[in-house]
Nanobody, 121 residues
Framework: QVQLVESGGGLVQAGGSLRLSCAAS????????MNWYRQAPGKKQRELVA????????NYADSVKGRFTISRDRAKNIVSLQMNILKPEDTAVYYC??????????????WGQGTQVTVSS
């Protein structure tokens, strides 16, 4: 079993910054991909915001490119999302997601509990 624990959400004014972190724990062989998703108020679907692979490759949604940076501490199994120049439309619950591989070779995916980010205008 894998646990993902997020931290760092909060309330910030437009133009400000926040840093989210997600710590993964559990008996796993490796974490293949870690992602940050967000679900805006009133929206049913979660939006993929940023991705980082085990090799360090990153990808971002167009709406956050140039403002958000995803990074990963492989030794500690922590992924972070640095969010700068925040906009009111970034307001959402942010979720950490991990695609993992077990020692058996099987794979699984897990979600964190979510952390609220609110950007005031």
């Amino acid at each position: 079993q894998v646990q993902l624990v997020e931290s760092g959400g909060g309330l910030v004014q437009a133009g400000g910054s926040l840093r989210l972190s997600c710590a993964a724990s559990g008996s796993i062989f490796s974490i293949n991909v870690m992602n940050w998703y967000r679900q805006a108020p009133g929206k049913k679907q979660r939006e993929l915001v940023a991705t980082i692979t085990s090799g360090g490759s990153t990808n971002y949604a167009d709406s956050v490119k140039g403002r958000f940076t995803i990074s990963r501490d492989r030794a500690k199994n922590i992924v972070s999302l640095q969010m700068n120049i925040l906009k009111p439309e970034d307001t959402a619950v942010y979720y950490c997601h991990a695609d993992v591989q077990y020692y058996s070779g099987a794979r699984g995916d897990y979600w964190g509990q979510g952390t609220q980010v609110t950007v005031s205008s």
